[in-house]
């Protein structure tokens, strides 16, 4: 839940190593970078105390994460070289802009009741003034909640994420079972640099937050904007996001938690 990077803010990994090589290291020489498609956000090396067949902690290093107008995937790498033999890590981060708000034109209501003139309204309660709103033309996102997910027990003995994270085997109970997401290529995720599946990007929004039934909601007649792959043994239809047309409007309906102490969720809505 920490792979989420804010523009000009001070950022901080602490490295360990763990070799295990046969015969072990000695003497590596540590560096490490973070990518973008741009070239090298930053970069370093440290030294210390090798040793072999533990846990060895290394230091930590610090970085100010650059500025950015757009959310960017930038890849964090580790290397230990000595002599001919090269080991290297490498892991997903992705930063986003430290100024990041909803157009004005967005009503949040935690009640269902909205401004008029509203041109899209969020909210966990879809009302009768909210179907004849979007019948008119307007844009309802409706957060789902009780009654429209599929929720199951924890797995894997984790506090969090159980919606993120799937089962090493495929022991029962198999409706607690999910296997991966599936993202369609569409205009509502603007430049978010997905790549077709929930990668820890949506970790934060996803990781506690069960997937829509999509059966007795009446949407599984085609695939949802995010499908969530439910234990082949079972098999329901469950999705993270959904849209319909409604009148001259439009309906989205999502289980992802939009909290807005995420960056990553208030820039995707």
Known sequence: NDRILISNTEWTCDFFVSDYS???????????????ENGVVAAG??????????AVPIGTVKATVPAVEKPQKVILKATLTEGDKVVVNEWDLWIFPDAISLPKEVCMSENGEFDSKAKVVVTPRFTEEL??????????????SEGLVRPFNSVLHLEEGRYFFTRPASFPPYEELQSGTIIQEHPMFGDLPHESYADFLFYNMLGES????????????????????????????????????????LVIVTSLDMNKKF???TYLL
């Not at 046969?22 to 973008?36: G, N, T």
Request: glycine letters at 12%; proline letters at 7%.
């Open 22 to 36: 046969h015969p072990a290291m000695k003497e590596p020489q540590f560096k490490w970078c973070m990518e973008s």
């Open 45 to 54: 090396e440290l030294t210390y105390d090798h040793g072999a067949y533990k």
């Open 131 to 144: 179907v004849a709103y979007a019948k008119a033309g307007g844009t309802v996102i409706v957060l789902g």
């Open 210 to 249: 069960p997937g829509l039934d999509l059966e007795p909601l009446g949407f599984n007649d085609c695939d949802p904007v995010i499908r969530m792959l439910h234990s082949y043994q079972v098999g329901r239809s469950m999705g993270c996001i959904v849209e319909r047309r409604l009148g001259k409007g």
């Open 263 to 265: 960056p990553e969720a």
